[in-house]
C-alpha cells in the first residue's frame, strides 16, 4: 500500500502511515533486549550497556539506511528528513531507557554526589574505569549515530531548492528537539567531573607510591600513563567538550602539580662539600645532625629530579602528537571547524607545558654546573699559571716526552668528577653538562692565557696542550670539542709564530683562516709573547 499513496496523490499520508510502521518496527527490535536489561534479577556486565545501546543504534540504522531507497523512488527525495522526524522520539525513548538503567546499576548519581560533596568514603579511581570508559563508549556510539542520520538526510537533501532552508531544519532536528543529544549531554556534563577526579586521585596515588632508583622515579611513566588513558578516552568519547576539558585538566595536572613536585627538589640545590659542611654545622647547632648518607641520598634525588624533568620534556612532546594523530583520524564523526580549533587550541598549552619542563631542566642544570662543577674545575684548570710557560729547549723535549703535568692532572681530575655522573644522568642531560662545563673550561683558560707570559717554545707547547685537551673531552662525548676551543687554539697559533710578521700568513681573506678573535684580542694575544716587539705589534694592519 506504501507504493499506492503517491499515485493518489496522498504523499503526505503514505509518509505519516510509513513512519508509524518504522516506529513500530524499532519498538519490536528494542523491547526484548531492553527487558533483559532491565530484569533487576539480572547484572548488566561491565560495557554492557554500551553494547547494548551500540547494537539497538545499529538496528536502527539498518532499518534506516534500507528503506531510504525505497521512499527516495516512490516519493522523491527530500522526504527522509520526515520520517526520522517522525520515528526520532521514539529512538529517544528507547534509548533514554536502556541510560536510565545504565545510571542507576552503575549509581552515577552517587559517584557525582561522592566526589562533589568531599565525603570521606569517596570512590576508589579504579572501581571508575570501567564506568568511565562505558560512558565514553556510549556516547561515541550515539554521535556516531547522529552523525550518520546527519550524512544521510544532507545527501538527501542534495537535488533540492531550498537545501540551505532544510539543512537548518536538520540542525535544529538533531541539536535542539532532540532529546538523545540531550540525554547524552547530560552524561558527557557527569562524565568530565568524574574523570578529572580518577586522573587526579590515580596520579596522587602514584605520588604516594613513587619508588625511585639512581637515575629514575617511577612518578613520571605512572603520571603520563595515566594522562595519556584520561585523554585517550575522552577524546575516544566523541565529545571535544569532554576531550578539551581532561586537555585542560592534564595540562594543570602536569604544569602545576608534577612540575612543582620536581621542583621542590631542584630548588634545594646540589649538595656539595662546601654545602655539606654548612649542613653538618646548621644539624650539629640544631642538635640534629645528620648521616653523610642522608646527604648523598639527597644528592641522587636532585639527580633523579633532573632526569625526570628531562623525561617529561621527551613525554609531553609525545604525547602531545600522539593525541594530535589520534584525533586526526577522528575527523570521520563529523566535528565542525570551530570544534576542532577549540580542541587544537587546548591541545597547544602541551606545548607550553614542555617549554615549562625545559626551562626546570636549564635551571636544574645551571646549578649543578655553578655548584659542583664550576668550583671543582676552576682551581684545577688555574694551576696553568703555576706551569712556567718561557720553555727551554731541555724543558721542551720533556714535555715532547712525557707529557704536560698541567693536562694530565686535569683530564684525571675531570674523569673522577665527571664518572659518577656518566653513571647516573641521562645520556642527553650528560652531553649538555659537557657542553655546559667545556664552555665554562674554555672561558676560565682564556682568562688564564691572559695573565701569562709565552715565549715560542711556551706556545708550541700550549698548542699541543689544548689539542690533547679537546681530544680528552671529544673522547668523552659524541661531539667534536674542537670548535669549543677555536679561540684557544688560535691563540696558541700566534703564541707559537716565529715573527710578528707571519701573521700575515694566517690573517687576511685569503688566508683560507675563520679567525674567531677579533684584531684587538690578536693583538693582546700577541702582546703575550716576551721577545715580540710592542712597536712591531701595534704596528700591524688587521
Known amino acids: 500500500f506504501f507504493k499506492i499513496f503517491p499515485l493518489i496523490n496522498q504523499e503526505e499520508e503514505g509518509i505519516s502511515k510509513f513512519a508509524g510502521y518504522l516506529r513500530h518496527e524499532i519498538k519490536l527490535k528494542c523491547a526484548e533486549p531492553i527487558q533483559l536489561c532491565l530484569d533487576s534479577q539480572r547484572t548488566v556486565k561491565s560495557g554492557g550497556y554500551a553494547a547494548l545501546i551500540s547494537k539497538l543504534l545499529e538496528d536502527i540504522a539498518k532499518i534506516i539506511d534500507g528503506e531510504q531507497p525505497l521512499v527516495e523512488t516512490y516519493y522523491g527525495p527530500g522526504r527522509l528528513f520526515t520520517i526520522v522526524a517522525a520515528i526520532h522520539r521514539e529512538i529517544d525513548a528507547q534509548i533514554r531507557v536502556v541510560v536510565g538503567a545504565f545510571k542507576s546499576q552503575r549509581r552515577w548519581s552517587e559517584l557525582l554526589n561522592a566526589i562533589h560533596d568531599g565525603i570521606d568514603n569517596k570512590p576508589e579511581p579504579r572501581n571508575l574505569d570501567p564506568i568511565l570508559s562505558e560512558a565514553a563508549l556510549i556516547n561515541c556510539r550515539t554521535q556516531l549515530f547522529l552523525h550518520f542520520l546527519r550524512r544521510k538526510i544532507s545527501s538527501d537533501f542534495e537535488s533540492c531548492d531550498d537545501k540551505s532552508d532544510r539543512l537548518k531544519k536538520l540542525d535544529r532536528l538533531l541539536l535542539v528537539d532532540c532529546n538523545l543529544t540531550r540525554t547524552m549531554q547530560d552524561i558527557v556534563a557527569g562524565y568530565i567531573p568524574l574523570e578529572e577526579y580518577f586522573q587526579r586521585e590515580s596520579f596522587h596515588k602514584a605520588v604516594s607510591m613513587i619508588e625511585s632508583t639512581e637515575t629514575s622515579s617511577s612518578i613520571i611513566d605512572d603520571s603520563f600513563f595515566i594522562i595519556r588513558k584520561c585523554l585517550s578516552r575522552a577524546l575516544s568519547s566523541g565529545s571535544i567538550d569532554a576531550a578539551c576539558a581532561m586537555c585542560n585538566h592534564a595540562t594543570s595536572l602536569l604544569d602545576t602539580e608534577l612540575r612543582e613536585l620536581l621542583y621542590s627538589v631542584i630548588r634545594q640545590g646540589f649538595p656539595t662539600p662546601a654545602g655539606l659542611l654548612d649542613h653538618t654545622v646548621a644539624m650539629f647547632q640544631s642538635g640534629k645532625l645528620q648521616s653523610e648518607s642522608a646527604l648523598t641520598e639527597a644528592r641522587t634525588s636532585y639527580i633523579v629530579a633532573l632526569n625526570d624533568a628531562e623525561t617529561c620534556v621527551d613525554h609531553t612532546t609525545t604525547m602531545r602528537q600522539t593525541v594530535e594523530d589520534e584525533f586526526s583520524l577522528m575527523k570521520h564523526q563529523g566535528f565542525h571547524e570551530l570544534s576542532e580549533q577549540k580542541f587544537l ?127 680528552y673531552l671529544s673522547s668523552r662525548t659524541n661531539w667534536s670539542a674542537r670548535d669549543r676551543f677555536a679561540r684557544l687554539s688560535q691563540m696558541a697559533t700566534l703564541l707559537n709564530l716565529e715573527r710578528v710578521s707571519e701573521i700575515h700568513e694566517y690573517w687576511g681573506p685569503n688566508s683560507g683562516f675563520t679567525w674567531r678573535l677579533s684584531p684587538a684580542e690578536a693583538r693582546q694575544t700577541l702582546g703575550l709573547r716576551i721577545d715580540f716587539n710592542p712597536e712591531d705589534i701595534r704596528r700591524l694592519k688587521l
Open 345 to 471: 587550541s587546548c591541545l597547544n598549552e602541551l606545548t607550553t607545558v614542555s617549554k615549562n619542563f625545559k626551562d626546570l631542566v636549564d635551571y636544574a642544570m645551571n646549578q649543578l654546573i655553578q655548584t659542583a662543577i664550576r668550583p671543582q674545575i676552576k682551581p684545577w684548570i688555574e694551576e696553568f699559571l703555576d706551569e712556567n710557560r718561557d720553555v727551554s729547549e731541555e724543558e721542551f723535549a720533556e714535555f715532547e716526552a712525557s707529557g704536560s703535568p698541567w693536562v694530565e692532572s686535569l683530564t684525571q681530575n675531570l674523569e673522577t668528577m665527571l664518572s659518577p655522573f656518566r653513571l647516573s644522568l641521562l645520556p642527553q642531560i650528560f652531553e649538555n653538562c659537557m657542553t655546559s662545563m667545556t664552555t665554562e673550561m674554555v672561558y676560565i683558560l682564556e682568562r688564564c692565557l691572559s695573565k701569562a707570559r709565552f715565549n715560542r717554545l711556551g706556545g708550541l707547547q700550549l698548542d699541543r696542550e689544548i689539542r690533547s685537551l679537546c681530544s
